[in-house]
């Protein structure tokens, strides 16, 4: 059979699609091939969300043709995901050597398409239509890692942790995110759906599942078939019709309450979810961390800046004072919360003022970990035409300023854990160090640590912290609870 190696940029949920897609061909016996150049079928799955990333694809894929096309002519080309939605067709009149151009709602169909290209009943295949139900059609998983089966069908051993996705697509629109046009309409599965998917992966050692989404907050209210979603056979309480956004603090919103039905599953530790959407963050959902043990102390909270001109500008739907508000509320309901965030500089429009207001957010907030963005226009997109593109060497150097600030604060807070006693959950061996060991905090930071062996992966250890580096941190051997 043949094998194939799928290369996958941007975010998570593109390596959900790309893990799913190899499950898919894994079941039809395809083999996964350790790297691109043992590969029968070459797919970068890919990104859309800064045209850095789509140069890098695409730069990619021309290096591959280039090669491939000279030695081994036979070999599968495709680009799978965002960029291949937005741009479709474009990409093979670009690059001939291409033969599948698959986007987001299509993942589900790429076993088949690629049969049809490999046995030369097809030449070239652009499939990057809408397709109803797709929402629900990431679902296989490889749970045995990205290499095949030995010769002695001895496998990798099992990964602990697993992303769920539960939704597609983003209606918020925001002005500078190309998201809802790759993406398309929020489309939510329904709560049984992902119930049953989660308790598979619990049933097969699963402990950590991560449920994924482009705006998860935002899970049930639009489209799908999660409002009919019954849990074992059940109707759920309270699913809410769509628009009740002003509900009362009592009521759950969809997202709260599939939140409770994962957390009823037994043998799972640990609930996470990304990525959110601040203006979902309700009473519901923070009375949710306070109430459910098996929801870990971490938030990803995009706040893209810490300026309320911009934040307008930029279609958020939040003002620096209600973010702030739901900072303070999710510490008042646990304590030692770790907080993430995105953050865009350089948005049409910014001026120093605006910038230095995000500067003093991100001290005011004490972020534990920032991902910053220069600002990057995607066409299509409102901001892409707003007046007042702000200079790439200004952009630049706003990105350097606060990537200084965020690592003095990022530093300051990982040096609090020294000395202090964690839980983690044992993902595996380090990846840098085989022979040490790595796994996560609940707040979500990476804790590397030696005298446990690959017996401890999926186990939840305490850990002393001895020593702090650049956002890891580094538990002593003699003090692991073993
Ligand atoms: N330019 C720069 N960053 C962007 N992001 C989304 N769109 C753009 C853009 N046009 C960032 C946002 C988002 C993260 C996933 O990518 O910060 O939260």
Do not use: W
Not at 258 to 272: N, Q, T
């Amino acid at each position: 059979m043949p094998s194939v190696f799928i290369k996958t940029y941007g975010c998570q949920m593109n390596e959900r699609d790309s893990e799913a897609v190899a499950a898919q061909l894994v079941a039809k016996g395809y083999t996964l091939a350790p790297s691109e150049a043992a590969a029968d079928v070459i797919l970068l799955n890919t990104c859309g969300v800064r045209d850095f990333a789509e140069r890098k694809a695409i730069g990619k894929m021309q290096n591959i043709a280039a090669d491939v096309r000279k030695n081994r002519p036979d070999v599968v080309l495709g680009f799978l995901g965002c960029m291949a939605q937005s741009r479709g067709q474009e990409l093979i009149d670009r690059l001939p050597d291409v033969d599948l151009v698959l986007g987001t709602q299509k993942f589900h169909h790429a076993a088949d398409y690629l049969d049809e290209i490999l046995a030369g009943r097809r030449d070239k295949i652009v499939d990057v239509a809408a397709e109803p139900g797709s929402e629900a059609t990431i679902r296989e998983h490889l749970l045995y890692g990205n290499v095949a089966r030995n010769g002695d069908g001895h496998r990798p051993p099992l990964q602990v942790t697993a992303f769920v996705s539960i939704m597609q697509g983003c209606n918020q629109y925001c002005t500078f995110c190309i998201v809802p046009y790759t993406r398309g309409e929020e489309r939510s599965r329904g709560i049984a759906d992902i119930v049953a998917e989660c308790r598979q992966l619990v049933s097969q050692g699963v402990k950590e599942i991560t449920l994924l989404g482009q705006i998860v907050t935002s899970y049930g209210k639009r489209g799908g078939s999660s409002r009919e979603a019954k849990v074992d056979g059940r109707e759920p309480e309270n699913f809410l019709p769509s628009t009740l956004d002003s509900r009362p603090s009592t009521t759950k919103s969809p997202f709260v309450q599939l939140l409770d039905a994962v957390h009823e599953i037994e043998g799972l530790e640990r609930i996470r979810f990304t990525a959110p959407h601040p203006k979902g963050y309700g009473d519901d959902l923070i009375e949710a961390y306070a109430r459910l043990p098996k929801l870990v102390e971490s938030a990803h909270l995009p706040v893209q800046s810490g300026s309320d001109r911009v934040l307008k500008l930029m279609h958020r739907g939040y003002t620096r004072e209600r973010f702030l508000g739901i900072v303070k509320k999710l510490r008042g309901a646990r304590s030692d919360i770790g907080i993430t965030t995105d953050i865009i500089v350089g948005f049409p429009g910014e001026t120093e003022d605006d910038f230095e207001q995000t500067l003093s957010l991100a001290r005011e907030v004490q972020f534990d970990n920032a991902y910053i963005f220069k600002y990057s226009p995607r066409r299509d997109t409102p901001a892409a035409g707003m007046p007042g593109q702000v200079p790439l060497k200004i952009r630049e150097e706003r990105n350097h300023r606060l990537l200084e600030t965020i690592n003095e604060i990022g530093r300051r807070k990982y040096d609090l854990f020294i000395g202090r006693r964690t839980q983690i959950l044992v993902e595996g061996p380090s990846k840098k160090n085989p022979a040490r060991m790595t796994g996560r905090t609940r707040c979500n930071k990476i804790v590397v640590f030696d005298h446990a062996g690959r017996e401890h992966r999926g186990q939840l250890l305490d850990v002393k912290i001895t020593r702090a580096g650049s956002f890891t941190l580094y538990g002593d051997p003699a003090i692991v609870n073993l």
